[in-house]
């Protein structure tokens, strides 16, 4: 972690089991300071996504203790939650769009967090909201298409919609659980870009789980990489090297011949 920020994020001794006894997460210790983009590496099935949800409270770790901006989300319960998950916004791979919803709704439903019950319910947002989400749209390089139906949209434009929706849930941090996994690799520097002006022009904090290491290189701060749930290295983007690499994927596993390591 960088000195002289403050710590955004904060996992101690994080433990994951899922029934059947599968270890998805062990004893992992992690600080990500405020501003920070940080990017977790790892196979399948390594943690990756598992961590992201602890961090949120999607998942309940089974063990360990986790602090946003030094409250423990851990030990919080009803409103005191809620309030908490409000801070952290999260882009997930398929974009968890309401499909046959607009575009604008699709964003205005991050401001549901804080919205009254009957507006949520019946969709009627304030003026104000509905001018904040078009400011969203027009970020993101989409504001003509407010009035279409979300799965009227490609899947780069999905997901910049997505973003849309994350920025007006007003966050201080930034869970994104490869979000470009499902998109093809022309789109997914458009999509990135998008995600890292969240960090460098709005100041949040990004933790972001990535598979391409040219991705990894160009985006991130700070890399830590976890295997069968623990955390195995952490560095700089530029230490990424193919001993490293193997050490995070395995002996066996081979970087793509175009990636730049």
Same mark, same amino acid.
């Given at each position: 972690?960088?000195? =002289?920020?403050?710590?955004?994020?904060?996992?101690?001794?994080?433990?994951?089991?899922?029934? =059947?006894?599968?270890?998805?997460?062990?004893?992992?210790?992690?600080?990500?300071?405020?501003?920070?983009?940080?990017?977790?590496?790892?196979?399948?099935?390594?943690?990756?996504?598992?961590?992201?949800?602890?961090?949120?409270?999607?998942?309940?770790?089974?063990? @360990?203790?986790? +602090?946003?901006? =030094?409250?423990?989300?851990? #030990?919080?319960?009803?409103?005191?939650?809620?309030?908490?998950?409000? *801070?952290?916004?999260?882009?997930?791979? !398929?974009?968890?769009?309401?499909?046959? &919803? $607009?575009?604008? $709704?699709?964003?205005?439903?991050?401001?549901?967090?804080?919205?009254?019950?009957?507006?949520?319910?019946?969709?009627?947002?304030?003026?104000?909201?509905?001018?904040? /989400?078009?400011?969203?749209?027009?970020?993101?390089?989409? #504001?003509?298409?407010?009035?279409?139906? #979300?799965?009227?949209?490609?899947?780069? *434009? !999905?997901?910049?919609?997505?973003?849309?929706? #994350?920025?007006? *849930?007003?966050p201080r941090v930034i869970l994104a659980d490869e979000p470009v996994a499902s998109l093809d690799p022309a789109l997914r520097h458009s999509v990135m870009r998008h995600v890292e002006g969240l960090n460098r022009e709005e100041g949040l904090t990004v933790i972001c789980s990535l &598979?391409?290491?040219?991705?990894?290189? *160009?985006?991130?701060?700070?890399?830590?990489?976890?295997?069968?749930?623990?955390?195995? +290295?952490?560095?700089?983007?530029?230490?990424?090297?193919?001993?490293?690499? &193997?050490?995070?994927? @395995?002996?066996?596993?081979?970087? /793509?011949?175009?990636?730049?390591?």
């Amino acid at each position: 972690m960088s000195p =002289g920020r403050d710590v955004a994020v904060r996992l101690e001794g994080v433990g994951k089991v899922f029934p =059947g006894n599968v270890r998805a997460l062990a004893d992992v210790n992690l600080e990500v300071a405020e501003g920070e983009f940080l990017v977790v590496l790892g196979l399948s099935g390594s943690g990756k996504s598992t961590l992201l949800r602890c961090i949120n409270r999607l998942l309940d770790p089974t063990s @360990g203790r986790i +602090w946003i901006f =030094g409250s423990e989300i851990t #030990a919080a319960q009803g409103a005191e939650l809620r309030r908490m998950r409000r *801070q952290v916004a999260m882009i997930f791979q !398929q974009f968890n769009l309401v499909r046959r &919803h $607009t575009v604008l $709704t699709n964003v205005l439903s991050g401001t549901l967090g804080r919205a009254g019950l009957l507006p949520s319910l019946f969709l009627r947002f304030p003026a104000a909201e509905r001018e904040r /989400a078009l400011a969203a749209l027009e970020r993101v390089g989409i #504001a003509e298409r407010a009035g279409a139906r #979300a799965d009227a949209l490609s899947g780069g *434009q !999905q997901q910049r919609v997505a973003i849309a929706r #994350a920025l007006m *849930q007003e966050p201080r941090v930034i869970l994104a659980d490869e979000p470009v996994a499902s998109l093809d690799p022309a789109l997914r520097h458009s999509v990135m870009r998008h995600v890292e002006g969240l960090n460098r022009e709005e100041g949040l904090t990004v933790i972001c789980s990535l &598979h391409d290491i040219d991705l990894v290189k *160009q985006y991130a701060t700070r890399v830590v990489a976890l295997r069968q749930g623990r955390l195995v +290295w952490e560095g700089a983007p530029g230490d990424l090297d193919r001993d490293t690499f &193997h050490d995070i994927y @395995g002996t066996d596993a081979e970087p /793509a011949s175009n990636t730049t390591i």
